[in-house]
């Protein structure tokens, strides 16, 4: 039964707890950040040319135009720099200081850097696709430039914000021939192969002797909702200097493929753009602000990895810490986002979540924070606090907080029965002296205190069900490589090592039953569900397990951001396993009652500390328990 009462009515009495914790849950690096890279590069340096992405569009269902019923043709977003002419907008290679430019964004069937190597092209992310699919017709896209201010201005008033119409109404008749040069200026006519098109002029700035190395970002926006960006990468050179630089080294960046669900808005989106050591830019905008009153703040100037590491930084301390302190520790969570620079950006952003958290009428549902970022970097915004009042208060408990994942909309949203069949890796019920690892014993005994139906299904023997209590032997299992049309759900408690190369998962102390990631490579269908109660499985690093488990079909994964005591992995698992029935629901609904009874469990001794457990990807696929479970055979 999902609880539906108010979440965290008692966090501000909570108690600090000092439990054994699950073991090689650490493997956090040095935290303190580098010294910021050199924005220059020597005069001589040459930039390899881009080289296009493979495209591996295909005509399954989230590529089907949805009022003709024909499948897409191979879609690229093509981005080049051009002097600042509407008659000419063939690609330059690298600028000149002091001097007008044009950005073009084109949507297109065809890779213009298969024609041009100047231009940088990359595949449309899943939500571009599914959003076309889903207008059937004309799409919308609302585009944002990110520049760095200390290498480019405006043209005078023009903005750096616009709509791209991507116009697929004639999609059928696509031939895919290159017809015209696709860098005509306003005289020539739009060639067929070419859906959508926006500029945005800039200007640079007068620089040093000697080349700058830095990119334009473009931040791309459907009905208030992030769905993609685009990195165009730049080189300015120094006056009187014709062939001091190419255009940046650049590599295409890995496809996007957030979950995309336009029936459920969110009520305000935070997106990260920028990935690598370029700088990493912020966007904030509220549900019905327009883009250009967005607020946007640069986040890191060096890029991916201090971001990391400052979160990590907190997240260690959130480890060490009494859980009375956790919300404190999230406002400096919160704080890893705005540099010093960034005073006003904080103002902002914070005034409109304090906001929201207040003028949420008693008994209403809780707003939504969409939170999107880079590829390679994960922010457990869960633990994230804003003060309201004398109070701090985590985002985790007063939003519903999106934190996309691939998706497809190939599935039944809403099964009228339950379709999904679970998988368990539980450790073996072993006492120490008998060989088992202390941790894994002390998860077993707290277990043992709940007589819970689904608890001991998860705890069956294999025969009868999916259930592994050798995680080597699951590992075994998963590294078969089949593909089955079974929506799964897997239950995982294991210890889970990251860092110093490691990324595994283990239940003994010696690690020599332990399964990395690439080991896994059955699949299963879209929608499926897993559940990583380890230590640290959704830290700011720890994207090796999600990626390989979403590549794998699992859209919603619910893991966590720091080290799990014993005590709170098993009563986590109990509280989880007391919301789930044979009646479908939402996940989102039901991950956020488990979180409540986390903290209210016990007289409270686990508090804020239940926050820990982040749910990322689709709120909305049903999780739930059939009458009785299939063994690891019909798996196929």
Known sequence: MVMRKDPFMHIGGLVGISLHCLLGCGGYSALWLQPPPPDTVPSSAAFPEAKPPDNDFDGSPDNVDGRTGATLPPLFWNSWLSDGSDTDLTPVGSLAQDANYVITLDLAGIDYARIDPKVQSALPSNEVRAQIVEDAGTSRFEVLMLADPRYFERVGQSPWEGDLQAQMADIEHYSGDVVGSPFGGHADPAPSYRFGQLRLRFRTKTILSVPVRTQLDLSIWHRDRPIDTVEVPVCIRPKFVKDACKAAAWTAPPASTAWF???APA????QLVGRGDERIWSVFR???DSLKSATKWIVSGTGESALRQSIEHVLKTMERAPSDRLPSLGGTMLSALFPNNAVAARKVVEGALRSMIKDRPPGAARPTLLVKTPSSTLIPFGLA????GADWELLGSRFAIEMPLAGSRDRDPKPATCDLSWISVLPPDLEVKQGGDETMVAVRERLAQYPNALLRRWDAPLESSCAFSKIEEFGDWMAQGESGATRAGLMLVSHHASGAGKDQLYFSTNQSDAVPPEMLRRRFADGSLAILNACGTGGASALGFLATLNGLGFQSIVATATEVEAPLAGDFTFCLAQQISENPV?????FD????CLSDLNDHV????????????D???TICAQPKDKPCTSYH
């Open 606 to 617: 686990h508090g804020a500390r239940a926050l820990t457990y982040t749910l990322l990807g």
């Open 267 to 270: 009520d305000a989106s935070l």
């Open 261 to 263: 669900d336009d029936a």
């Open 385 to 388: 606090a804003v003060s309201v």
């Open 586 to 590: 939402p996940i989102g609904a039901v």
């Open 286 to 288: 509220r549900q019905g």
């Open 619 to 621: 709120r909305d696929a």
């Open 593 to 596: 009652a488990t979180i409540q």
